[in-house]
Every structure is written in structure tokens, then in C-alpha cells.
């Protein structure tokens, strides 16, 4: 394998990680779940109009005609392909036994029952009575709870960080002159290199912002930023600092040690984790729409509102409070505010994974009795079009008995989010946060159902690359582990 490369399926692009299906004459190489479906699957295409692909949606394969010096376009015949491996068998054999033989060892440890819903998510002061709680006391409180899917808040993260770096004016100064593009989360729509300055001059200033056709100002986002460049080599200091402040270390940290994702050697392209920022003006005027639309992330991750920007919820007074009670959110949030005095940054709303596809049905439904068509390959948690109001909430939990967990994200605090946990965020005033991905051995399982998920997508759509490659992170993991505990 090249370095720095992933292989992918050249029918799907998901990593291949071991096996796989080369075509003998032109070389196309499928995974087995490729290979799989187009050897089971009868009910072909037979409308296709695509000329360079057959009625599987397979590309034709090249064959060299010697006698006609042409390249003929055939169909691929599943018989000649031959099956491949990068990793010779007999390792994999290998690791299986002393898998194996080391789970057999431990299979009287107790398990966790997973499904169990706790009504509420669980919130841990990282300042407890003004004194600061360590890592180590934070993460094995974590650890009691991550197996449980549970969403995880750490309040007070703030305390340390060095605040004048996270400011809008010192983001706008640094960065002010560049071009990018922003969301308009009312459409849903691209706005393409709007200057970074107006933006951030808009953040707690209505007057300043951009505004649509009928004069009204934008709901702008910043989000996944930066996009392609590396925070630590864009932003270092401030990556420094919020290395620095990140809890549950060795989970969160790229090379922390229950961070699966650590253990890919380094010949692979290493996955984009993060951190990225998400910057975006309030939504408190239009609880109907999301600052980010229902979906679910491809792991584990940590969110942290970083910088709340002033109150503008129309200078009326105790909106903020009536917005909070709307929300349903429990009373020790509804005290934080009230009574404690601290700043709502954002409301989230977080289901368990296992209600995701009791909330695709409900959706599903909804869309086609508003005369919307259903088209093949999409979704309607992956494409990230729906936002869950406080009335389909409730026909959520009449109709479907889906719980939710109501959470109100105030400054300073990190959102543990459990993978494949579909979640929503409505901004309650402007809000910078920062957000990591971790790939954690609790998470893990969900994070190869996403990757499935995300497979059987439109080449076109957004979630379609398989960026984590988590098969491979679980073959060298498990690898990593097994010489660590010296197993033969
Ligand atoms: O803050 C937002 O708008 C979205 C955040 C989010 O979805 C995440 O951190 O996973
Ligand atoms: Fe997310
Ligand atoms: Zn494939
Ligand atoms: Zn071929």
C-alpha cells in the first residue's frame, strides 16, 4: 500500500479494509458488500440511462479485443473475479485466536445493559466548590457511563482557557480578511466567499448583517472550519490551549489511549478528526428551524461552547426564560439561568441510536403527507433536511414512544455526544464552539453501523466517503491491544 493512502472500493469509495473482489481483465476492485448485493441482487436497473454503466450501476469492463485492436465494452460476470487479500491469511488466523482465547478468558466479566433509557443525560461540574476536579477523578466518572449511549455534559471547561483568544474580535482580526463560504440556515443554502469580517461583524449586531430578498438579516453559520487545514497548524495556539483544557484526555486527545483512532499506523491517511469550529448567529426568533439539522455524526465527539454571544432576542424581557421553559428542558438547566445567572448558548436535542430508525419511519411518513418524493439512496437523518420541532416532538413520543434527552448547552460546557446518536442544535443567541471527533472501544460498534449506512448513500452526497476507514481502526487496534497484553 502507498503511504499516506487509503484503498477504496471503486464501486461505493468505502476503505476496503482486507478482503476484496478484483475484476481479472481491467483490474475494478469491490468490496465484499458490493460484490455481495450485485451477485444477489435480481432486480436491476432496467431503466437506466447511464452509457457508461450497466443495469447494476456498475461500470462496463474494459476488455482489450486483440482481434479487433478494441477496447469492447462488456458487463462484469461475477465469476471472473478473484477474491484479494493486503493481509496474508494466516495473520489474520492469527490474531482471531488470541482474540479469541483472550476474550474466553475475560467472558466472565459483567456486561452492560445498553439499551436501558435513563430520562436524564448525566452532568458532571469539571469545578466542583471552586476547586478544580482532575482528568483522572472526570474520566472515571466518564467511563461509568459511556457504554450506556448516554449524552455527557462537563460544565466549567471555560475556567482555564485563555478567553482572549476566543474572542469575535480576535478571530476577526486574524482572519477577517478572508473569503469563505457560510451556510444560510434558513435555506439551507451556500452563501459563496462572503467576507469573514462582515460575518463576524454581524455576530452580536443585527444591524451589521447580511440580509435576504426581503431585508431581513441572515441566520449564518460557520461550520467544519477549517475545512481542509489542520487547527493545529492554522490555529496553534489555540490549539494549545484547548489541548490544554479538553477533559477525558485519553479519550478525547488524538493520541489518547482509549482514541481507537490512534492506533492506525502512520503509513495510512490519518482521518480528519478535528477539532473544527462551529460558529453561528442566534435562532432564538425561529424555533421551528435548526442552526444544524437532525443527523448523526460518523463517531464519538465532544462539543464545546467556547464564546455566547450577547442576548438579542428581540430586547424583550425574560424571553430567554420563556424560550427555556418551551424547550422542556429540566429545572436544574431552567436554575442555571435563572437563578445562577449563567449564559444558554445553544438548545440540543439528542436521541439514543436506537431510536433512529423509529425517527426515520415518523419523518419518513411526515414528508410524504407533505407531498415530498421519497428518492432512492437518501435519508432522512443523513441528508440533514429535517429539523424536529417542539410539536413533532411530541408526536414523536405519542406516536413512537421516542425519548428524547433535552439538553440547553451553556458557556463552558462540553456535550460528550455518543456515536451514532442522532442529534439536532438550535442556537439561543450566537455561539462559537469547538468541536472534536474520538473513536472510543464503546463507540466503536456504532461507528462501523454509520459507516454502512453512510455506504448506502448517492456517490453525490455528502456523508457518501468513508473518511474514518473504521475497519481498519479496529483491525489495528485490536492488534495494538493483543501485543500489549503479550498474547501469543
Ligand atoms: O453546533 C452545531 O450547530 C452543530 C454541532 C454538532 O452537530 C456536533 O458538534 O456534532
Ligand atoms: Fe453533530
Ligand atoms: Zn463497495
Ligand atoms: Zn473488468
Same mark, same amino acid.
Given at each position: ?56 450501476? /456498475? ?37 482471531? /485466536? ?9 467472558? %466472565? ?37 459511556? +457504554? ?17 483568544? @476566543? ?9 477577517? +480578511? ?21 460575518? /463576524? ?23 467544519? @472550519? ?20 479538553? &477533559? ?44 444544524? %439539522? ?87 437523518? +443523513? ?57 472510543? &472501544? ?47
Amino acid at each position: 500500500m502507498l503511504k499516506q493512502t487509503r484503498e477504496l472500493c471503486d464501486q461505493c469509495r468505502t476503505t476496503i479494509f482486507n478482503g476484496h473482489m478484483v475484476c481479472r481483465s481491467c483490474g475494478f476492485s469491490v468490496c465484499i458488500e458490493c460484490f455481495t448485493f450485485r451477485n444477489k441482487n435480481f432486480s436491476s436497473n432496467d431503466n437506466n440511462k447511464h452509457k457508461d454503466k450497466d443495469r447494476y450501476m /456498475w461500470p462496463y469492463c474494459g476488455k482489450y479485443d486483440p482481434d479487433s485492436q478494441k477496447i469492447t465494452k462488456l458487463h462484469h460476470i461475477p465469476n471472473e473475479f478473484i477474491y484479494v487479500q493486503f493481509i496474508p491469511p494466516y495473520i489474520i488466523k492469527k490474531l482471531n /485466536w488470541s482474540f479469541q482465547s483472550y476474550m474466553d478468558s475475560i467472558k %466472565n466479566l459483567e456486561r452492560f445493559d445498553k439499551k436501558k433509557f435513563s430520562p436524564d443525560f448525566l452532568t458532571i461540574d469539571s469545578y466542583s466548590e471552586n476547586i478544580r476536579v482532575s482528568d483522572e477523578e472526570l474520566t472515571k466518572i466518564f467511563e461509568m457511563y459511556w +457504554h450506556s449511549k448516554t449524552p455527557i455534559v462537563i460544565k466549567n471547561i471555560n475556567k482555564n482557557l485563555d478567553m482572549n483568544l @476566543w474572542t469575535p474580535d480576535s478571530f476577526s482580526n486574524e482572519f477577517g +480578511h478572508l473569503e469563505i463560504d457560510l451556510i444560510d440556515c434558513r435555506k439551507n443554502a451556500i452563501v459563496k466567499k462572503a467576507s469573514l469580517k462582515k460575518f /463576524w461583524d454581524g455576530f452580536e449586531n443585527l444591524n451589521e448583517r447580511f440580509v435576504d430578498e426581503k431585508s431581513r438579516p441572515l441566520i449564518l453559520k460557520l461550520k467544519d @472550519w477549517p475545512t481542509t487545514d489542520d487547527f493545529k497548524n492554522l490555529l496553534p495556539a489555540r490549539y494549545e490551549d484547548l489541548m490544554k483544557n479538553l &477533559p477525558i484526555k485519553k479519550f478525547t486527545h488524538r493520541s489518547g489511549v482509549f482514541n481507537l483512532a490512534s492506533s492506525l499506523p502512520d503509513f495510512f491517511s490519518v482521518p480528519d478528526l478535528g477539532p473544527k469550529l462551529y460558529i453561528a448567529y442566534s435562532s432564538a426568533d425561529t424555533p421551528k428551524e435548526g442552526t444544524t %439539522n437532525l443527523h448523526v455524526d460518523i463517531s464519538d465527539a465532544v462539543n464545546l461552547m467556547i464564546y455566547v454571544g450577547k442576548d438579542l432576542t428581540s430586547g424583550k424581557n425574560n424571553e430567554m426564560l420563556k424560550i427555556l421553559n418551551e424547550s422542556k428542558c429540566n429545572d436544574e438547566q431552567i436554575n442555571r439561568f435563572k437563578i445562577d445567572g449563567e449564559r444558554p448558548g445553544a438548545l440540543w436535542h439528542i436521541f439514543k441510536p436506537d431510536q433512529a430508525d423509529l425517527i426515520r419511519s415518523y419523518l419518513t411518513i411526515r414528508n410524504i403527507e407533505k407531498g415530498k418524493k421519497i428518492k432512492d439512496q437518501t435519508d432522512p437523518i +443523513h441528508d440533514q433536511l429535517n429539523y424536529i420541532d417542539n410539536k413533532m416532538l411530541i408526536e414523536l413520543k405519542e406516536n413512537y414512544n421516542v425519548e428524547v434527552y433535552t439538553i440547553i448547552q451553556f458557556l463552558g460546557d462540553a456535550i460528550f455526544i455518543p456515536s451514532g446518536a442522532p442529534h439536532q442544535v438550535r442556537n439561543l443567541n450566537s455561539c462559537i464552539k469547538v468541536a472534536g471527533d474520538f473513536v472510543t &472501544p464503546q463507540g466503536v460498534q456504532d461507528c462501523l453501523i454509520i459507516t454502512n449506512q453512510f455506504r448506502d448513500l448517492s456517490e453525490r452526497h455528502a456523508n457518501h466517503q468513508d473518511k474514518l476507514q473504521v475497519k481498519n481502526i479496529i483491525y489495528h487496534s485490536i492488534k495494538k491491544c493483543l501485543s500489549i497484553l503479550n498474547c501469543p
